[in-house]
């Protein structure tokens, strides 16, 4: 069974750019999270689709947004990159769609570098 | 606000040692708490939970205690291994919210 896939897996971007990242999660999984891993602030939530709609969001700017597809495949997009963006983005797949998605799994990532 | 962190940010052992990463969490509401271990240039890997009510549960090799009156939670490695260096992250999770609250990250690294 094919693990989460995340494309691209680096990504160099200039500042006031945009950029999506995408996501396909383990078949038959149907929620799907994001998330930002940088040294100083740890592995922080973005956000969490299921069935194409956004359930939770985390504490960051309008500018990170995302969505999620009819194949629960999912974007993350943003807008107006700023140098503090330059990030590893986590996505994570979880099979059960009620309240304990404690096992989720994790893709390995894109690194995205902001410039 | 809520927030897991943890006590130690670094930890080395010898190969065949057990390892104990402790890590405190803020949050009395969460309904679990889990650690993962991530390996250099991976994601996340589960590696097991506890129930807010619960105290103890054992997996392979790996045992959770959760402490509730001192708000402590932690991973005990029996036998470890070079294949367990990693860093582990605690995390809480509230099943309202669908979302993992991680905690900073405790680098372990096993001496052959």
């Known amino acids: 069974k094919a693990g989460v896939t995340q494309t691209p897996r680096y990504l160099i971007k200039t500042r006031g750019q945009q950029v999506t990242l995408s996501c396909s999660p383990i078949s038959g999984h149907r929620s799907v999270s994001w998330y930002q891993q940088t040294p100083g602030q740890g592995l922080q939530f973005l956000f969490e689709y299921f069935s194409e709609t956004q359930r939770n969001k985390g504490n960051f700017p309008g500018r990170f947004s995302g969505r999620q597809f009819s194949n629960s495949r999912s974007e993350m997009n943003v807008s107006t990159l700023e140098l503090g963006d330059s990030a590893l983005y986590l996505c994570?797949?979880?099979?059960?769609?009620?309240?304990?998605?404690?096992?989720?799994?994790f893709g390995q990532g894109t690194r995205l570098t902001v410039v | 606000g809520e927030s897991v962190g943890l006590h130690l940010p670094t930890l080395s052992v010898q190969e065949g040692d057990n390892s104990i990463i402790n890590c405190a969490y803020s949050?009395?509401?969460?309904?679990?708490f889990i650690w993962y271990k991530q390996e250099s240039g991976k994601g996340p890997q589960f590696i097991i939970d506890?129930?807010?009510?619960?105290d103890k549960r054992q997996g392979q090799r790996v045992t959770v205690l959760l402490n509730k009156t001192v708000k402590h939670l932690s991973l005990q490695i029996a036998a470890t291994q070079p294949g367990d260096s990693a860093v582990y992250f605690c995390?809480?999770?509230?099943?309202?919210?669908?979302?993992?609250?991680f905690g900073k990250g405790t680098l372990l690294t096993v001496n052959p």
């Open positions: 949050n009395s509401a969460s309904d679990y």
């Open positions: 994570a797949s979880s099979p059960l769609g009620g309240r304990v998605n404690t096992e989720a799994f």
């Open positions: 506890i129930r807010s009510n619960m």
């Open positions: 995390a809480e999770y509230g099943g309202s919210n669908y979302k993992l609250t």
